[in-house]
């Protein structure tokens, strides 16, 4: 194994190794995209009174001046949120779900619209923008022709065969307050928005701001499709201030961040009496067992561990590899990660992008220094490069990484990852399970029942056999979520759906009450209920 030439971390490009990506002829520019008529036709739909600006991390110049939300454009929002939705509830589920089925294609034939926000927004290489476009599609196509079977009547056996009718409805619970995160506005925004729509509720959402061109194309082309704009209320912010304001008039909180962030959302929802789901931090763990296919791990680790540069918050961050096939595996791992291609272009060809903001790259240099500083190796990277852009940090591979180290147990949420070696599985299973976050999980193996029967010991909302994330959260009938400090609730599935809508049970009694009837006293018709209950569980009835 060979150490990078560099002992420690830097801001300096000279000790760079990651190439940067020719740009093509041609490549729009910032200038090309956001122009005035487009902003003024985005920030329409945005509930402000104020003004504040977002920004491109390639350049950290601005892009957009964006109306900002008071409190009171806040309360605004939900009121016009919540006039419009009884109308909208009570067009069939059929006709709601014809929307998203006009969206998907939407979304399809003017990708290049939003893969162009995506990449000025957020910084992140063009075909890990294309996840979101592909994450979207598959949402709104799923929820579009599952929607009417999730949400129709139920019938069930009453407390009394035949003489109980008994009915579940799903009514919607509202409007949905919204809190979407920066670094998938796409999908982390009306990818969640979609099922709650379908289901009948209207919308108050608060994208973050950086990001806010994204998530407002969405809502654009959401109205082209045939969504009533009042459903689908914008509201813009600090999150200390507007955040809590949303949660304060929603009826369902629809929350993705971190996980201190979260906890303060709860709290607030518990204190009215509202339901909430939390998608939140994780420090996700792949195991590469003994038996894996080595080339193939270490390619998977590459998009495990550096997709949207690992901001994201089912990316690898802790890789655990087996005694016996570990200097094999990051010999390939750090051949391929110093190969990775850096880019800060409007085009496909760069296999990795920028991080989003200040915080972010003074974390992630943070995690890296200190970890240096106390022993740890730098296999690959440990540079920032501002020869490419002021937020560009190369994908970073630590190894020896141990207690009291920052970058063993906080979530880093950057391109950087900390390999550690392990003897059996029963390790193995106890170091990946040893945190207090459980989002996601990756084994590799070829024996796919070792596999699964790893994957049934790991505390983790999802786990992927033989790959990273994406199988799992592209699966959208499935539930998607977090165990432990990970979150509560999920998306994806019936579960995505169902969140957004109360559970109603309508009872009908026929022909004879629940009550002493035909003449029979207390006393006989305690008898005759008696028997009837041994007689149903006789004849098996649930």
Same mark, same amino acid.
């Given at each position: 194994?060979?150490?990078?030439?560099?002992?420690?971390?830097?801001?300096?490009?000279?000790?760079?190794?990651?190439?940067?990506?020719?740009?093509?002829?041609?490549?729009?520019?910032?200038?090309?995209?956001?122009?005035?008529?487009?902003?003024?036709?985005?920030?329409?739909?945005?509930?402000?009174?104020?003004?504040?600006?977002?920004?491109?991390?390639?350049?950290?110049?601005?892009?957009?001046?964006?109306?900002?939300?008071?409190?009171?454009?806040?309360?605004?929002?939900?009121?016009?949120?919540?006039?419009?939705?009884?109308?909208?509830?009570?067009?069939?589920?059929?006709?709601?779900?014809?929307?998203?089925?006009?969206?998907?294609?939407?979304?399809?034939?003017?990708?290049?619209?939003?893969?162009?926000?995506?990449?000025?927004?957020?910084?992140?290489?063009?075909?890990?923008?294309?996840?979101?476009?592909?994450?979207?599609?598959?949402?709104?196509?799923?929820?579009?022709?599952?929607?009417?079977?999730?949400?129709?009547?139920?019938?069930?056996?009453?407390?009394?065969?035949?003489?109980?009718?008994?009915?579940?409805?799903?009514?919607?619970?509202?409007?949905?307050?919204?809190?979407?995160?920066?670094?998938?506005?796409?999908?982390?925004?009306?990818?969640?928005?979609?099922?709650?729509?379908?289901?009948?509720?209207?919308?108050?959402?608060?994208?973050?701001?950086?990001?806010?061109?994204?998530?407002?194309?969405?809502?654009?082309?959401?109205?082209?499709?045939?969504?009533?704009?009042?459903?689908?209320?914008?509201?813009?912010?600090?999150?200390?201030?507007?955040?809590?304001?949303?949660? @304060?008039?929603?009826?369902?909180?629809?929350?993705?961040?971190?996980?201190?962030?979260?906890?303060?959302?709860?709290?607030?929802?518990?204190?009215?009496?509202?339901?909430?789901?939390?998608?939140?931090?994780? @420090?996700?763990?792949?195991?590469?067992?003994?038996?894996?296919?080595?080339?193939?791990?270490?390619?998977?680790?590459?998009?495990?561990?550096?997709?949207?540069?690992?901001?994201?918050?089912?990316?690898?961050?802790?890789?655990?590899?087996?005694?016996?096939?570990?200097?094999?595996?990051?010999?390939?791992?750090?051949?391929?990660?110093?190969?990775?291609?850096?880019?800060?272009?409007?085009?496909?060809?760069?296999?990795?992008?920028?991080?989003?903001?200040?915080?972010?790259?003074?974390?992630?240099?943070?995690?890296?220094?200190?970890?240096?500083?106390?022993?740890?190796?730098?296999?690959?990277?440990?540079?920032?490069?501002?020869?490419?852009?002021?937020?560009?940090?190369?994908?970073?591979?630590?190894?020896?990484?141990?207690?009291?180290?920052?970058?063993?147990?906080?979530?880093?949420?950057?391109?950087?990852?900390?390999?550690?070696?392990?003897?059996?599985?029963?390790?193995?299973?106890?170091?990946?399970?040893?945190?207090?976050?459980?989002?996601?999980?990756?084994?590799?193996?070829?024996?796919?029942?070792?596999?699964?029967?790893?994957?049934?010991?790991?505390?983790?909302?999802?786990?992927?056999?033989?790959?990273?994330?994406?199988?799992?959260?592209?699966?959208?009938?499935?539930?998607?979520?977090?165990? @432990?400090?990970?979150?509560?609730?999920?998306?994806?599935?019936?579960?995505?759906?169902?969140?957004?809508?109360?559970?109603?049970?309508?009872?009908?009694?026929?022909?004879?009450?629940?009550?002493?009837?035909?003449?029979?006293?207390?006393?006989?018709?305690?008898?005759?209920?008696?028997?009837?209950?041994?007689?149903?569980?006789?004849?098996?009835?649930?």
């Amino acid at each position: 194994m060979t150490d990078l030439q560099a002992p420690t971390a830097t801001t300096g490009a000279s000790l760079g190794t990651n190439p940067v990506a020719p740009v093509p002829a041609g490549v729009r520019t910032a200038a090309d995209v956001v122009t005035p008529e487009v902003i003024a036709q985005l920030t329409r739909g945005v509930v402000g009174s104020g003004r504040t600006a977002n920004h491109t991390p390639f350049t950290g110049d601005e892009l957009a001046d964006l109306p900002e939300s008071t409190p009171e454009d806040v309360a605004t929002a939900f009121q016009r949120a919540r006039a419009a939705q009884p109308a909208w509830a009570a067009i069939s589920v059929r006709a709601r779900a014809a929307v998203l089925l006009r969206f998907h294609d939407l979304v399809l034939e003017r990708q290049a619209e939003v893969l162009d926000l995506i990449q000025l927004e957020t910084g992140k290489a063009r075909l890990h923008a294309h996840e979101e476009v592909q994450a979207v599609a598959v949402a709104a196509r799923h929820y579009g022709r599952k929607a009417s079977a999730y949400l129709k009547p139920k019938r069930h056996t009453g407390v009394i065969p035949t003489l109980t009718k008994v009915t579940e409805l799903r009514q919607p619970r509202g409007v949905i307050g919204q809190i979407a995160p920066w670094n998938y506005p796409l999908e982390l925004s009306v990818g969640d928005a979609l099922p709650a729509f379908v289901s009948g509720n209207a919308v108050v959402m608060k994208p973050d701001t950086e990001t806010a061109l994204t998530a407002l194309w969405a809502r654009d082309l959401l109205i082209e499709a045939g969504l009533p704009a009042e459903v689908f209320q914008v509201v813009l912010g600090e999150g200390p201030v507007v955040g809590p304001e949303v949660v @304060k008039h929603a009826d369902y909180v629809s929350f993705t961040g971190s996980t201190g962030t979260g906890r303060q959302v709860a709290q607030g929802a518990a204190a009215r009496l509202v339901g909430v789901s939390l998608e939140l931090g994780g @420090k996700n763990a792949m195991l590469v067992l003994k038996d894996a296919d080595v080339e193939k791990a270490a390619a998977g680790a590459v998009r495990a561990c550096f997709s949207s540069a690992g901001q994201l918050c089912i990316s690898i961050e802790r890789l655990y590899v087996h005694e016996s096939i570990a200097d094999d595996f990051v010999e390939r791992f750090a051949a391929r990660t110093r190969a990775m291609r850096l880019g800060n272009s409007l085009a496909y060809g760069a296999d990795m992008g920028s991080l989003v903001g200040e915080r972010q790259l003074e974390t992630v240099t943070r995690h890296v220094e200190e970890a240096v500083e106390k022993g740890a190796r730098l296999v690959a990277g440990g540079v920032a490069r501002p020869d490419i852009g002021p937020l560009f940090y190369e994908p970073t591979i630590l190894d020896g990484v141990q207690e009291p180290m920052a970058v063993c147990n906080e979530e880093t949420f950057g391109p950087v990852v900390s390999i550690y070696r392990f003897s059996d599985e029963d390790e193995v299973i106890a170091l990946a399970n040893a945190t207090p976050y459980g989002l996601n999980s990756s084994v590799w193996t070829k024996d796919g029942k070792r596999g699964h029967r790893v994957a049934a010991r790991l505390r983790t909302g999802t786990v992927n056999i033989n790959e990273g994330y994406a199988p799992a959260y592209g699966s959208v009938q499935s539930p998607m979520g977090g165990m @432990k400090d990970s979150g509560l609730g999920r998306r994806h599935g019936s579960e995505g759906i169902l969140k957004y809508t109360e559970a109603q049970t309508v009872a009908q009694q026929r022909l004879i009450p629940l009550a002493p009837s035909f003449g029979m006293d207390d006393a006989k018709h305690a008898a005759f209920m008696s028997v009837s209950l041994k007689a149903m569980k006789a004849f098996r009835l649930r």
